[in-house]
């Protein structure tokens, strides 16, 4: 999954300006690359630990991270501002969750696509253009046509619990969305992101015990997972924490309109998932419902655009 939410401010304690003199463009490209072969990577420890115990691994070590360098302030926080941590964290690790058990039963870039389109939702309630209407009945039917078409899988078809599954994953990124919107206006910089991957990464010690096991234990399985959380939260971060400064709303969305396809290309090269017509023609329609919203969206508020998360 993937990098920070734009309606939480890129205002923290890490310098980031200096660091990357790469265009803007490249830096989220980057980062979306980063964060999907992040995803490959794994899908690659599922035999070992399971989605359980790698999305525990994840989470709990971008926590860590990020708690040594940001250092988001606990105290004095009000009751309102816990809950709405706690609500962000449901959503934060229900969503990686619910990913993760999807990328165990489908290939990367059709679950990425699926996932898509809660975020797709979020863009387009939020706004009042009567165009929008062909971006959701474009991105369904990018959907429909994965669930009833032919010829993915030796087995004849995709999962349908595995498409469920991504379904999940996007109305829990829909929910982060939304959320997020409240922690933002709660929490100085990304505390509150930060202080939700805490809460999240403890929400799911249960499922990566049950799940992972003493495989959690061993330096490989650990590595792994260690790699996992680098790839997929702290390198996308510090992208598009600095090309969030220098680029619109809009672009952004645009950019990450791109990430089905970079995820179809991690599963390609790190997974060996080929890619079939029907596939790459699902694959293309949520892309361009992707594209158009946040093209159409440019006049409008930055909520309105596709939104990336710090955790996919």
């Known amino acids: 999954m993937i990098g920070l939410v734009p309606t939480i401010e890129p205002t923290t304690t890490i310098e980031t300006r200096s660091r990357w003199n790469a265009p803007p463009q490249v830096l989220v490209l980057t980062a979306a690359l980063?964060?999907?072969f992040g995803s490959a990577v794994a899908a690659k420890l599922f035999d070992a630990a399971g989605p359980g115990g790698v999305v525990f691994?994840?989470?709990?070590?971008?926590?860590?991270?990020?708690?040594?360098?940001?250092?988001?302030?606990?105290?004095?926080?009000?009751?309102?501002?816990?809950?709405?941590?706690?609500?962000?964290?449901?959503?934060?690790?229900?969503?990686?969750?619910?990913?993760?058990?999807?990328?165990?039963?489908?290939?990367?870039?059709?679950?990425?696509?699926?996932?898509?389109?809660?975020?797709?939702?979020?863009?387009?309630?939020?706004s009042r253009r009567l165009l929008d209407l062909v971006w959701v009945a474009l991105a369904a039917g990018g959907?429909?046509?994965?669930?009833?078409?032919?010829?993915?899988?030796?087995?004849?078809?995709?999962s349908l619990r595995g498409l469920g599954l991504a379904l999940l994953a996007g109305a829990f990124w829909a929910g982060y969305i939304v959320v997020s919107?409240?922690?933002?206006?709660a929490y100085a910089g990304?505390?509150?992101?930060?202080?939700?991957?805490?809460?999240?990464?403890?929400?799911?010690?249960?499922?990566?015990?049950?799940?992972?096991?003493?495989?959690?234990?061993?330096?490989?399985?650990?590595?792994?997972?260690?790699?996992?959380?680098?790839?997929?939260?702290?390198?996308?971060?510090?992208l598009e924490i600095t090309a969030l400064r220098?680029?619109?709303?809009?672009?952004?969305?645009?950019?990450?309109?791109?990430?089905?396809a970079v995820a179809a290309l991690a599963g390609v090269l790190v997974l060996s998932q080929p890619l079939h017509l029907i596939t790459s023609i699902a694959l293309v329609m949520v892309i361009a419902a992707s594209a158009g919203s946040s093209l159409s969206a440019r006049n409008s508020a930055p909520s309105a655009?596709?939104?990336?998360?710090?955790?996919?």
């Open 34 to 36: 980063s964060v999907q």
């Open 57 to 126: 691994m994840r989470l709990a070590f971008a926590a860590v991270i990020l708690i040594a360098v940001i250092r988001p302030r606990v105290r004095g926080r009000s009751r309102s501002d816990w809950i709405a941590a706690g609500l962000f964290a449901v959503a934060l690790g229900g969503m990686n969750w619910s990913f993760y058990e999807a990328l165990h039963l489908l290939p990367l870039g059709i679950a990425v696509t699926v996932e898509f389109t809660g975020p797709l939702a979020v863009a387009v309630l939020g």
């Open 143 to 158: 959907v429909l046509l994965l669930g009833v078409g032919r010829g993915h899988t030796s087995a004849g078809g995709l």
């Open 181 to 185: 919107k409240r922690v933002g206006a």
């Open 190 to 238: 990304i505390d509150g992101l930060v202080i939700a991957l805490a809460i999240a990464a403890v929400l799911l010690l249960p499922v990566g015990i049950v799940s992972g096991g003493d495989a959690l234990l061993r330096p490989s399985v650990i590595a792994g997972g260690l790699l996992v959380a680098v790839l997929s939260s702290i390198i996308p971060y510090s």
């Open 246 to 260: 220098r680029l619109s709303a809009a672009t952004f969305g645009l950019l990450m309109s791109l990430e089905p």
């Open 305 to 312: 655009i596709v939104q990336h998360p710090a955790s996919q």
